[in-house]
């Protein structure tokens, strides 16, 4: 029974269009973050969110957005898609972002491919 | 920027066998050092996790820190074939309390019946 949900599982688009991907929580955590995994690249950390509040944007490209509508929703924005935006996206979530020792726990991914 | 490397690439082992994998990192000052799994089509998720230097055991699995030589192993006892996965190190920064993780590229484990 997954706790944190991510939609759609696969996704293909078309360069230049623009894709959101979903990421509910369901474990009652306050902070929440998405990470990319390229291939032959290592899992690449991109946002965190505590409390609805940005906390570290490591994304070089104004493309990405997060949006924060609710506590335990992190969508991703995606605008102007490029072929190398194809990754598989991970959401996850810990218990309130803050002290630098806590457990993420991930979902399972949105894998986009970009053509 | 903190880098982290993991060693071996791959590693195929019989059933039974004792699992050694290496990591090192760059920053000392960082904080606690994290091991997850990562079966094919899912998530990461944490196995076991160390901050101060010596070692912590958990089961079968067992992770040593050396903050001096800035590098963590994770061993992992009577392997079982369920135990195959890609073993992911990460890293925790200390930079203003933000959890924010630095991954090592995996090593991908193979746990032969």
């Known amino acids: 029974d997954p706790k944190i949900i991510q939609k759609p599982k696969y996704l293909v688009a078309v360069t230049g269009s623009e894709k959101i991907l979903i990421c509910e929580q369901y474990?009652?955590?306050?902070?929440m973050y998405w990470y990319r995994q390229s291939a032959k690249k290592p899992l690449e950390f991109m946002f965190s969110y505590s409390y609805q509040k940005l906390m570290d944007n490591q994304t070089a490209s104004s493309r990405f957005q997060p949006q924060s509508s609710k506590k335990n929703h992190l969508d991703l924005q995606i605008t102007a898609l490029k072929p190398d935006d194809s990754a598989t996206y991970f959401c996850?979530?810990?218990?309130?972002?803050?002290?630098?020792?806590?457990?993420?726990?991930f979902g399972h991914g949105t894998k986009l491919s970009v053509l | 920027q903190e880098k982290v490397q993991q060693s071996p690439e791959s590693l195929i082992v019989p059933e039974g066998a004792m699992v050694s994998l290496n990591c090192s990192f760059s920053?000392?000052?960082?904080?606690s050092i994290w091991w997850y799994q990562q079966h094919p089509g899912k998530g990461p998720k944490a196995l076991i996790?160390?901050?101060?230097?010596g070692n912590k055991k958990e089961g079968r699995l067992t992770v040593y820190l050396n903050r001096a030589s800035l590098h963590v192993s994770l061993h992992i006892k009577d392997s079982q074939p369920s135990d195959s996965a890609v073993y992911l190190c990460a890293v925790s920064m200390a930079t203003g309390g933000n959890n924010k993780l630095t991954f090592g590229q995996g090593t991908v484990l193979s746990v032969i019946p």
């Open positions: 920053d000392s000052a960082s904080q």
């Open positions: 996850a979530s810990s218990q309130d972002g803050t002290g630098g020792c806590e457990r993420l726990f």
């Open positions: 474990l009652g955590h306050n902070a």
């Open positions: 996790s160390i901050f101060s230097n």
